[in-house]
């Protein structure tokens, strides 16, 4: 008998602006289901990211027909193999950097991808904004373009998802719920990160619009879980990955006091994908849509799910998490996920089902963990 997306395994282990910006409104409404075994090639941006590569293997998973493109500026690791290994023969590895829009227009005239999931980012590292800031606007925004017109010159796209994320939302400003915040902003984004993406969702939605092709845009917010590992391209690890090394080794996880009360609305990277598929077969279906769990999640709440050994330390300790409490919306908020409900008839599980799906995961990974 298959089990409920809510049912939870017990797991034990072993050991600002002024003014806030406008976002354009949908351009159309009505959805209707495709299913996915519909596109014969479905190519992925970003394809050895975490997410990304969770989302290409539920894919496979769910489908039995298409093939999948993997664009990546870097080669797949050998956890990324591992993860595609089943699905070997239904998939193929490109190595592109979407800065580079001639041999984006090569190889999208080669491979002829009927619909696309465009997730290359530039992570958010806040150094990075001093010592190498430039491909946080190049990759998320003139990066998109170059996909995008790329894809119209090949001819064979049918269905765009733009992956975006919560970070446009940026700090707190005028008009910023307290609540829940939903799709429509305000948006105060106040580093390169939430400016690329920000910028980046406002060229793809004029994109689809010139052309009329048919784009879902997602928000995603703070993804955990599978496949999230320190790599070329990803040196922060959220909240949870930290909570999780804990469990695995009985590695104490310095924590400042503050950070107790300090919340976040994390959501685990299958949910994120499901919901990516969703707006995948859902034609017609525009958004913008917010993934996220929806709630406020405090840190303790975290700790009492994950229960890892943690030693409270003061503000200016060195710390492996350390979390400012009084920043409780904008993108350190909670985001409404009913528009995508409605639409898509995507929700996510319980956070308890999440986090031990995680853990499980985790136990099996434990090499995942090792960072010190």
């Known amino acids: 008998m298959r089990r409920d997306r809510n049912d939870v395994k017990d797991f034990h282990p072993a050991g600002a602006p002024t003014r806030p910006a ?57 956890m990324a193999m591992k993860l595609f290994a089943p699905f070997r023969e239904r998939l193929s590895f490109h190595t592109a950097d979407v800065r580079d829009p001639a041999a984006l227009k090569a190889l999208f005239a080669e491979l002829k991808p009927e619909a696309l999931v465009h997730g290359a980012s530039y992570t958010h590292v806040p150094a990075w904004e001093f010592t190498a800031p430039h491909p946080f606007i190049d990759v998320s925004v003139s990066g998109t373009l170059n996909v995008y017109e790329a894809l119209r010159a090949a001819g064979s796209v049918r269905k765009i998802v733009h992956v975006g994320s919560i970070a446009s939302y940026g700090r707190p400003g005028p008009g910023t719920p ?16 939430s400016i690329g993406k920000y910028a980046g969702e406002l ?29 070329g391209a990803r040196k922060t690890m959220h909240v949870p990955f930290h909570l999780a090394a804990g469990v695995i080794h009985g590695r104490p996880v310095r924590v400042t006091r503050r950070t107790r009360e300090a919340v976040g609305d994390w959501i685990n990277v299958e949910d994120a994908a499901d919901a990516t598929l969703a707006a995948l077969g859902g034609a017609g279906a525009p958004g913008p849509y917010n ?82």
């Open 291 to 372: 993934v996220s769990t929806g709630r406020k999640i405090s840190v303790s709440e975290l700790i009492t799910l994950m229960p890892a050994p943690v030693v409270w330390v003061d503000q200016g300790e060195e710390a492996d998490i350390d979390m400012d409490p009084t920043l409780r919306s904008g993108h350190y908020g909670a985001f409404s996920n009913e528009r995508i409900g409605r639409a898509l008839g995507w929700k996510p599980r319980q956070l308890a089902c999440q986090v031990a799906g995680y853990l499980e995961w985790a136990a099996q990974n434990p090499a995942v963990f090792d960072l010190r």
């Open 178 to 193: 307290e609540g829940l915040q939903d799709e429509d902003g305000p948006f105060y984004p106040d580093d390169y990160y």
């Open 22 to 78: 406008q976002m354009p409104r949908p351009l159309t409404t009505g959805t209707w289901t495709m299913p996915l075994s519909d596109y014969r090639t479905v190519a992925v941006t970003g394809s050895n990211g975490f997410v990304m590569s969770v989302l290409i293997q539920r894919l496979l998973q769910q489908s039995d027909g298409p093939r999948v493109l993997c664009l990546d500026i870097f080669p797949p690791d050998e």
């Open 203 to 231: 060229v793809a939605r004029r994109f689809a619009e010139l052309h009329r092709i048919d784009l879902s845009v997602v928000r995603y917010s703070k993804v955990f879980g599978p496949m999230e590992r320190p790599t």
